[in-house]
C-alpha cells in the first residue's frame, strides 16, 4: 500500500510539473502575441519582467518533474526487481478436502492392483514385445523392488531399457497392465525385470510398429551387404567433408575404444573421414565409414555402417574424376 501510494504521488508531481509548464508557455506566448496585435513596442524593462515570470515557472516545473520522475523509477525498480527476489513464493496448501479426496484415490488404486495382481497369476501373459527405445514409466507395484543396489516403490519412475521386453498381463477397454522383463546388462536408473505398469493401447501398438520397422531395416541391411560382398571388388568412395550425428545400423556392437555402439545407437562422424558405398535403395544410400585416425568418446569408430539420404548429393570420387576429364 505504502508503495502504491508513493508511485501515485510520482505520477502526480509529474502532472503537476507538466501543466505549469504548459501554463508558463502559454502565458508567454499570449502576452507576447497580444502585445504584437495591439502595435505596441515593450520597453526593455516589461520584457524583462516577462523573461524572469516564465523562467521561475519554467525552473519550478522541472524540479517537480524531476523529483517525480525519481520517485517512480525507485518505486519500479523496488516493485520489479528486489520484490521477487526478497519475497517468499506463497504456495498454496491444499484443502482437508483435497488431501481426503487424494488418499482416497491412493487407496482404490492400491486395492485395484491388488486385485489384479491376484488376477493375472492365473493368466498366461502375451507373446514379449520387444522395445525398441527407453521409455520412462511409473512403477504400479506394491511390493518393492531392486535393482542395481537401488530400490523402487511403489509410483517410483524408472526407465524400460530398449533391449528389455514387455508381456501384456490384462487389458480392459484401451487400458494394458504390462510387466516387464529387463535385458542382462542394465543400468541403475533401469526398471528391474517384474515391475509392472500400464500402458495405453496406442503406446502398445506404437511398439509393435516400431518392432516390425526395426526388423525390415535390419533385413535390408543384411540384403545390402549381402549384395556387396557378392561384387568382389570395392564400393566408390567419398569424403565425409563434415562432422555430423549419424545412426549405427551395424548388426553387431563396434566399439571404440571402451565405447560402445550399437544398433540405433548414434555417434559423431569425423569430417576426415571415407564413405564408401555399400548399397542403395530408392532414397538412401547404405555407406561405410572409415577413419583415417582413431578418434575418442562419442566419434564412429571405423567400420561404422549407416545410411545417408541421396538428397545430401554425395560426389564420389569416380564421378569426380569423370568430371574433370570432361
Known sequence: MKKALQIASGIVLICVAV?????????YENAQSQDFVAGETESVCEQGEYDQEFK????????????????????????VYNDQAVQPEVVEQPSKEQVAQSRMRSDVEIELIADLDKIIDEIEPS???????WERTVIANLEILSNCNREFVFRDRCGFNRHGELRVRLSYEGTYYVEYTAP???YSDDCPTGTRTFMA???IA??????????ERKQLVASLMERYQSWGIPGPVADSFHWQYVTVVNPEKIFNGNISFEY???????RRGELELIGETDDEY????????????VVCPSGTLHFVPKSAKIVWREQMMSMNEQ
Not at 19 to 27: A, E, T
Not at 65 to 76: E, S, T
Not at 127 to 133: C, E, K, S, V, Y
Open 264 to 270: 540405433s545407437r548414434r555417434c559423431m562422424q569425423d
Open 286 to 297: 547404405l555407406v561405410r565409414y572409415t577413419i583415417p585416425v582413431s578418434g575418442t568418446g
Open 206 to 215: 506404437r511398439f509393435l510398429l516400431e518392432e516390425e520397422q526395426e526388423k
Open 184 to 186: 542382462e546388462e542394465a
Open 201 to 203: 493401447a496406442d503406446d
Open 56 to 79: 521561475f515557472v519554467a525552473e519550478a516545473s522541472l524540479v517537480l518533474y524531476v523529483y517525480g520522475m525519481n520517485q517512480l523509477v525507485h518505486q519500479i525498480n523496488n516493485i
Open 19 to 27: 501543466c505549469l509548464l504548459s501554463y508558463g508557455l502559454f502565458g
Open 127 to 133: 507373446a514379449p514385445i520387444r522395445l525398441t527405445h
